[in-house]
């Protein structure tokens, strides 16, 4: 679990499809450097966020540390195109000390996005972003969350629909601290939604369906009395 609140930006200093050493495990793997500042208290097995894709450290050394990537992670992420030298967003999995400053997230990539314009708004930018799979639009609503590699953003406008996108925008201090500032038109952001909206919506079809099964959870119980009260409403 993170909060969407990147900690530092690395360096990929190294990127093998073939790592056939232990910590590779055979396959696709990546070596994260220049993050000094967040591996004082690193173990094997920690879970990382690497452009919000929850990873595991297989080897870590003082100044970097080397995850690896399974092919259903590079088909649906943008881990896949990145190239040594290129930045990374990191933060740390939470602990029970953490103050959660975004929202929650689970390091679980719903698909990625294009960017469809970048534009300046005083000292902030207006990112318009366009997602590969346009069902995630449900849970998109405006003054909602979004989490945008790995970073925990707001969501300013929203436009449902086959061609559907959305936006936010990136305030002077955030741009200093995420890699998707430097990002253009036609690049990629990886992209994962509020989990709460998948939850709701869950609970709501439970509900309507008659599907939940014996006593309802409380999420569940609490949609069926406003689903009553607004249908009383109608009627």
């Not at 679980?108 to 069902?135: C, E, M, W, Y």
């Amino acid at each position: 679990m993170f909060t969407g609140i990147v900690e530092t930006v690395g360096t990929v200093s190294a990127l093998e499809n073939q790592d056939d050493s232990s910590s590779g495990g055979g396959g696709t793997s990546l070596t994260i450097s220049r993050c000094e500042e967040i591996l004082g208290d690193a173990h094997l097995g920690d879970s990382i966020s690497i452009n919000g894709t929850c990873l595991t450290i297989t080897q870590f050394d003082k100044t970097s540390f080397k995850v690896g990537v399974s092919p259903e992670t590079l088909r649906r992420t943008n881990l896949g195109s990145l190239e040594k030298s290129s930045n990374v967003n990191l933060e740390r999995a939470v602990s029970a000390s953490t103050r959660m400053g975004g929202h929650f997230v689970q390091g679980h990539v719903d698909t990625i996005a294009t960017i469809l314009s970048v534009t300046p708004d005083g000292n902030s930018l207006v990112f318009r972003l366009q997602p590969r799979d346009k069902s995630v639009l449900r849970y998109i609503v405006e003054k909602g969350y979004v989490t945008l590699d790995g970073a925990s953003l707001t969501v300013t406008q929203v436009q449902d629909g086959s061609e559907g996108w959305w936006e936010v925008m990136l305030i002077a201090y955030t741009q200093e601290r995420v890699v998707m500032a430097a990002k253009k038109k036609g690049e990629l952001v990886n992209v994962e939604v509020d989990m709460i909206g998948k939850y709701v919506e869950k609970s709501v079809q439970g509900y309507l369906e008659g599907t939940t099964g014996g006593d309802m959870a409380i999420l569940e119980k609490m949609v069926g009395r406003i689903v009553s009260e607004k249908m009383k409403q109608q009627t």
